[in-house]
């Protein structure tokens, strides 16, 4: 973990230079997913790539980086589920057939999201058709598609607790994109419940990988922080799911 901390404070330094500072955060990188310069190209290699083209329902995280982008699925007619920051309130659904057009914008940002978006809960989520594509931003990433993120582990406790009730499996597709500063020739190894990216989407580049790891571990209870179970609802509803036997 030392390593990843070392990591990131050297590619945050770099980021700084690029990106746009949060209204809350200002460039406390290790609390926000950064905004960056030429992230529109970025973004168009994302929906121009089959895993968009393709898809119908796609997980996007609440990341500055990515408003564009849920703006953008709205806009084509996908479905987007997406968690509120922290995952604090939990999974929300944008249906554009829910949301007047006009407010496709609107409900892209956090703040419109929970007003034009509706709650979902784990139990509706399994319910729901399949998630096709996962979209995230972090940190920084490796050219073998290894998330260095924030350190709290919210995108990979997002695929396990999908993955744990059936909306996911070890063939759905994981995206990152990033600004080309934040995306490393460092080695390392994901460890179990690492959620590898199929695909990195940079303003310059489209980076393959091969063979990503894919955790099937679901949420690995005793490595969990307490401070998340305590703090994030959809961890306690497993959490009791599985108590009753319900998967």
């Known amino acids: ?22 209204s809350r ?10 905004d960056f310069q030429q992230r529109e190209a970025a ?17 996007i995280t609440p990341d500055n980086c990515l408003e564009e982008l849920r703006h953008r699925a709205l806009k084509d007619g996908k479905q987007v589920l997406m968690t509120t920051y922290s995952i604090k309130r939990g999974f929300w659904l944008l249906d554009p057939a829910e949301i007047p057009e006009d407010m496709y914008l609107y409900a892209a940002t956090l703040d419109g999201m929970e007003r034009m978006g509706r709650a979902v809960t784990l139990a509706e989520i399994r319910q729901m058709p399949k998630t096709d594509f996962m979209v995230t931003g972090t940190g920084a990433i490796n050219e073998a598609g290894i998330r260095f993120g924030k350190g709290h582990g919210f995108f990979d406790a997002e695929w ?23 995306v490393l020739a460092e080695e390392l190894r994901p460890e179990v419940f690492d959620t590898v990216s199929d695909v990195i989407f940079t303003p310059t580049r489209t980076i393959e990988v091969s063979a990503p790891h894919k955790p099937t571990v679901g949420i690995v ?13 959809p961890l306690q509803e497993l959490c009791r799911m599985e108590a009753l036997g319900d998967l």
């Not at 607790?161 to 990152?176: C, E, H, K, Q, Y």
């Not at 209870?221 to 609802?233: F, G």
């Open 160 to 182: 396990g607790m999908l993955f744990r009730i059936g909306n996911i499996d070890v063939n759905t597709p994981s995206a990152a994109l990033v600004h080309d500063c934040q």
């Open 221 to 233: 209870w005793e490595l969990l922080d307490q401070q998340m179970y305590d703090t994030i609802p």
């Open 43 to 59: 973004t168009e290699r994302l929906v121009a790539h089959r895993f968009y083209q393709e898809a119908k329902v796609i997980f």
């Open 1 to 22: 973990m030392s390593h990843k901390s070392d990591v990131r404070q050297r590619v945050f330094r770099d980021l700084r230079q690029v990106a746009f500072p949060d």
């Open 25 to 34: 955060f200002h460039f406390d990188f290790g609390e926000f997913i950064a």
